[in-house]
């Protein structure tokens, strides 16, 4: 079994909105997946799905080689859960909480592991539910989640409310977690976080995934930044295919250009004599831009970073 | 202290509540004009009143209940005598969980913070916690006053009345203003500001019990003890209306001055560190479910100890109360099925603490929706927790909790009862399975709660309405003289009437079996439906 989760035609409609909509998602046993959209595009409704909270329209989804609805206890014992929101219960604990949710999978927490992560993220065992803020009732659900020994994480927005200290925490535990061959999915719309932890990416939009695989793979499908100083002014851009937001000020020169096209470039700029060049990848954040404009505006407003 | 923006802040606290608000003014004008009216029928004379007044005062129990009654002169001075022992507690109530409601449970829930960001004063919210207090004590205490005078009561008694009540919402909604200066969580400020109603009362009730002189004075110590001894249409002591007042302002400053002394979100008094580990019982989800309703289930079962322990202690006065009226004879022969009035009223006793088990069931129940729309069922769910076993967990509260309750409430009435009767045993074995045989009427609340959370759980809060409208059929159906088919559609009618009559034991399989299809229904639609 090489497939931890493997989506396809996920439909999912409530009342008149249609939350998933065809939506496709693969992961591989043992990667850390991100799994990319805005607010409303379907991450928590396709993770409630794999959870089997709720059951799909149409589409085919199997967990971990089961059938998330059928066998939806089975497996929640092989996984453990980090939901968006993490609500507590007024009277436990946060160290109650942590144990009450291993027991309920039927592995009780490691002592030693438990205490090491209460120690990283300097959580409080002994507050009740209540009196925690959003990132400490957070930090509960993740203790819980990584002292687990489950083959699966599915985190939901995992460090919303978190500190930046506390993020960094929080990715050297992901990159443990895969380095211990588990595989995670981590939802999110922090892309920074993506970039750092992520062998691979699904984008999703609208409840319809838009772009999957790695992060050199998307970026082949867009553009670099150039930023060159030349010795004379350069001839024959116009004619270059794939070159966008031109900026040309004397020898000066700052454009984006289609990756696939990026060759021809350099070869006009060399051309012109070049001074000094700086190219950069697209970051995350310029993919997701792209996909989240609205498709009509993406040729004219791809936005120009720094 | 700044009071900026109190007026914005106070409107919008009565917009929020305005429903709540007008459900509790309702229920208390209505006790209140519905004790003037139902006095007005069944003791129409004066020596009818003079034997009411005889039986209440030489029964202990039902002084600690209502105090005891100062004047038979009219009926005015008889519906304040009824009304100041319950309705200011009940209006004092009121003022303390709208005076946390919107000052301490705001702040916790971080709401405050963003007003307070605004051009709110830092004294503001607390300041139109009170007023919403006031008002709504205002309008309780004018209307009692304005319908009692309309009706024809002296007016300088309808006054005091009035004032009484308002006082009452006054002073505790004081103690309200210090209460949440003290504690970090609104439910915590509830607690102090109940405990310390909670012992007014018992002062109060303590103190009528025991009589004039000697334990009696302890009366004094307590603010619904003031409200009492005001005496409206008697002696209309003003001067404990305004000894009332005046303790809600000082404990009001008092409540200002704790407030400049603490910061946003922190409490005088400390939240206790609860364990940092789990103890070994909370490991699965029935665990969980006793670990979340345990300490209402103990706090109900106290309560129903005390309920049933007065509603026996006070049956031995009860024949010559009855027998006072024609008219109350008739309503409790018919609610409680016996010509024998002491049996006919603790049946009746009976059925009352199983519509207040009804209302425990329906709570517990609802506690899965809780669980559910919180967010706080999915980490569960997602556990390897078997919905069935999850819902199970809870279940078993409105299915057994009830029965504890009902078993307390039957034993107690039974010690009480053989107390004054002077037959414990005999009287325990009597009552504690009268009161058993109420939970598969309690149980039917349950089950259609379970069978619309299962079937239709945007709808699960219509068991509140449909829990309302049986009581209300049961519970004054047969005082309104209402036909027999209309008191056949609330389980409590189909229950046999312990003690007094037969037992039969088939409408209770009957009650049994729908429960279970009820909730068989509801725990299938939970299997098949979508979480949250």
Sequence with gaps: ?306 | MNLTGTGPLLRFALRRDRIMLACWIYALLASVIGTAVSFRSLYPTASSREQLAASINDNGSLRALYGAVYDTGSIGALTAWRILGLGGLLLGLLCILLVTRHTRAEEEAGRLELLGAGAIGRGAPLAAGIGAALTASTVVGVVTAVYLAASGEQLDGSLAFGAALFGCGVCFAGVAAIAVQLAETGRAANGIGGAVLGLAFLLRAAGDAAGSGGPGRLVWLSPLGWAERVRPYHDNAWWLVALLLAAGAAQTVVGYRLAGRRDLGGGLLPQRPGPGAAAASLRSALGLAWRLQRGSLIGWTVGFAIGGALLGGISKGVDQLVSSSSNVQQIVQRMGGSSQVTDAYLATAMNLLAMVAAVYAVQTALRLRGEETSGRAEPVLASGVRRLAWAGGHLVFPLLGSAVLLLAGGLTAGLGAGVVFGDVPGWSVKLMPAGLIQLPAVWVFAAVTVALFGLRPQWTGAAWGVLGVLLFIAYLGPALNAGQWLLDLTPFTHVPKLPGSAFHAAPLLWLTLLSAVLAGAGLAGLRRRDIG
């Design chain 1, 1 to 306: 079994m090489t497939t931890a989760i493997d989506v396809s035609g996920l439909v999912k409609t409530f009342g008149r909105t249609r939350a998933l909509d065809g939506l496709d998602l693969g992961v591989a046993q043992g990667e850390v997946h991100g799994f990319l959209g805005p607010n409303g595009a379907g991450k928590s409704t396709t993770i409630r799905v794999l959870l089997g909270l709720i059951r799909a329209d149409a589409g085919r989804a199997a967990l971990l080689g089961g059938d998330p609805w059928r066998d939806s206890v089975a497996l929640h014992r092989r996984l453990a859960y980090v939901p968006g929101d993490v609500t507590l219960w007024r009277g436990l604990t946060g160290g109650e909480v942590i144990d009450l949710l291993g027991r309920l999978r039927g592995n009780g927490a490691d002592r030693g592991r438990r205490a090491e992560l209460l120690e990283r993220f300097e959580l409080d065992p002994t507050k009740k539910g209540q009196t925690y803020s959003k990132g400490n009732r957070q930090k509960v659900a993740l203790v819980a989640a990584f002292c687990s020994d489950a083959e699966l994480l599915i985190l939901d927005e995992p460090t919303s409310g978190l500190d930046p200290l506390m993020e960094e925490v929080f990715r050297a535990c992901v990159a443990e977690e895969r380095d211990r061959g588990r595989t995670v999915l981590l939802s999110s719309h922090i892309l920074s976080e993506v970039e750092a932890l992520c062998d691979r990416v699904s984008i999703i939009r609208a409840g319809r995934t838009v772009e999957t695989g790695t992060l050199s793979e998307l970026r082949h499908l867009t553009r670099t930044s150039v930023a060159a100083e030349l010795a004379a002014p350069p001839t024959g851009l116009d004619a270059l295919p794939g070159l966008h937001d031109v900026e040309l000020h004397g020898t000066t020169l700052r454009c984006q250009v289609d990756t696939d096209h990026l060759d021809a470039l350099l070869r006009t700029l060399t051309a012109a004599g070049v001074r000094s060049l700086t190219s950069r990848p697209p970051t995350l954040e310029e993919l997701f831009l792209r996909h989240y404009e609205p498709e009509s505006a993406t040729a004219a407003t791809a936005e120009v970073v720094e």
